[in-house]
């Protein structure tokens, strides 16, 4: 293999490592609108509040799509946004809700918060909050 194909293969495949974790196909991008449009309608939220340049956030990532991928109800019956830190860090939403940084996973139902996790990446705070919206969400 000459080096050119080396560097193509090679590319090809850290972007491929990279992708599942930007991202699963059933979270929602946030926007304006769109978190009161899903509490309305009784879902429960999980809202991941990210930056793509933050190592703490894609660590939290990675742990999200192996929880995810380990559990299929998580998926069936929590509402995922990413709500963009660099878009909406200096946003309503953050100042309302008292968001102190990226790296905030935060879990809604109704008018009520049910958890929150400020820069941890360990699997067990992550599942545990992903078991609380599993529960609020049962509950409904």
């Given at each position: 293999m000459n080096r050119r194909m080396f560097l193509i293969v090679a590319g090809a495949t850290a972007a491929a490592a990279i992708i599942p974790h930007i991202g699963h196909a059933s979270d929602e991008d946030y926007r304006p609108g769109l978190l009161e449009k899903h509490l309305a309608a009784d879902d429960t939220v999980f809202?991941?509040?990210k930056a793509s340049w933050c190592s703490t956030c894609r660590a939290q990532g990675e742990v999200l799509s192996r929880?995810?991928?380990?559990n299929p109800e998580y998926e069936k019956k929590i509402v995922?946004?990413?709500v963009d830190w660099d878009t909406?860090?200096?946003?309503e939403l953050v100042s309302s809700m008292r968001i102190p940084r990226?790296?905030?996973?935060?879990?809604?139902k109704g008018d009520q918060e049910l958890g929150r996790i400020v820069a941890q990446t360990d699997e067990a705070s992550i599942r545990?909050?992903?078991d609380t919206a599993l529960a609020a969400a049962a509950g409904a």
């Open positions: 809202l991941d509040f929880l995810k991928a380990a995922f946004i990413n909406y860090g200096k946003s990226r790296s905030t996973l935060v879990v809604l545990a909050l992903m």
